[in-house]
């Protein structure tokens, strides 16, 4: 099950220390500019190959995002996870 979650949200959620897994789904040149702490850089094109191994916790709260509303990275990456 997946669904949107607004930037606000996701802040909270953070100071909440809430266990929350943070994938950006954006290719690694992004990541390495720039990220939100803790995430984890899972590109959407490579969900399928590595997500077992980078996200083994399969009941863990993950929070997919990439760089905007109309980028479709976290979109197509959330579908495939």
């Not at 266990?19 to 094109?45: F, K, M, R, S, W």
Request: proline residues 7%; hydrophobic residues 40%; contains cysteine.
């Amino acid at each position: 099950m997946h669904h949107t979650i607004k930037r606000e949200e996701i802040r909270r959620l953070l100071e909440s220390k809430m266990p929350v897994t943070l994938v950006e789904a954006l290719p690694e040149t992004y990541y390495a500019q720039g990220h939100l702490p803790g995430a984890i850089n899972l590109p959407h094109d490579t969900v399928r190959e590595r997500a077992s191994r980078v996200l083994p916790d399969k009941s863990a709260f993950i929070v997919v995002y990439c760089a905007s509303t109309p980028c479709q990275n976290s979109a197509v990456a959330a579908r495939t996870l």
